[in-house]
Nanobody
């Protein structure tokens, strides 16, 4: 019942910034009962965890590779989750996916997430 639509991807120079958005919609969506996350994937590699938060909570989690550079946040009024990416590196290039888990528990395992967006491409040039 939850639909996720990512936006904000694009081409950016190394060292630059980009902000991704994930708009959530659907009946029965509860702001404080879902965990939201960002994953990313490149060809030939499995989808990897980037960042997550509990919609109505304060706890966040980040992959070591992005900690200090990326920030996940949410705007409950807009039903939107954001991923602010700064100091981007070429290795950050990937398709970024928004995911939703139907429980207020953080998880880094992609198999624990119930809904996925279609992804948005982020390309960082050197």
């Amino acid at each position: 019942q939850v639909a996720l639509v990512e936006s904000g991807g694009g081409l950016v120079q190394a060292g630059g910034s980009l902000r991704l958005s994930c708009a959530a919609s659907g009946r029965a969506f509860r702001f404080s009962t879902y965990a939201m996350a960002w994953f990313r994937q490149t060809p030939g590699k499995e989808r990897e965890f980037v960042a997550a938060l509990v919609w109505g909570g304060t706890t966040t989690d980040y992959a070591a590779s992005v900690k200090g550079r990326f920030t996940i946040s949410a705007d409950n009024l807009k039903n939107t989750v954001y991923l602010q990416m700064s100091s981007l590196k070429p290795e950050d290039t990937a398709v970024y996916y928004c995911a939703c888990r139907r429980s207020p528990v953080l998880g880094i395992d992609r198999n624990h997430y119930d809904y996925w967006g279609q992804g948005t491409q982020v390309t960082v040039s050197s």
